[in-house]
């Protein structure tokens, strides 16, 4: 049985910054790559970052050269280190896991989810 367990998040004005945490547990193949998404209040969950098990990392464009993403060694805590924060960064954060080497940025390929944290940026 796998369980993701986000951690993390808060409220804070814009320029500040938050990590987010994603603790792991259950077995999970330390070759498949995890992700992070969000959804804000009305819209669809989008893709935010993801790094495979070679620490390869992709971002999406809007949050390029602000937010970080990151695996332990042990592979089982993904983090989300998100500087500068905006406004518009609002937003239920999800973790997930693939099912895939390779990043992917569709939602359909991660088959394993956390319960998401709130980050709210005023």
């Known amino acids: 049985h796998v369980q993701l367990v986000e951690s993390g998040g808060g409220s804070l004005q814009a320029g500040g910054s938050l990590r987010l945490s994603c603790a792991a547990s259950?077995?999970?193949?330390?070759?498949?790559?995890m992700g992070w998404f969000r959804q804000a209040a009305g819209k669809e969950r989008e893709w935010v970052s993801c790094?495979?098990?070679?620490?390869?990392?992709s971002y999406t464009v809007s949050v390029k050269g602000r937010f970080t993403i990151s695996r332990d060694n042990l592979k089982t805590i993904l983090y989300l280190q998100m500087n500068s924060l905006k406004p518009e960064d609002t937003a239920v954060y999800y973790c997930?896991?693939?099912?895939?080497?390779?990043?992917?940025?569709?939602?359909?390929?991660?088959?394993?989810w956390g319960q998401g944290t709130q980050v709210t940026v005023s």
């Open positions: 997930a896991v693939a099912s895939r080497y390779y990043c992917t940025t569709t939602v359909s390929e991660y088959p394993y």
């Open positions: 259950g077995y999970i193949s330390s070759t498949f790559s």
């Open positions: 790094i495979n098990s070679g620490g390869g990392e």
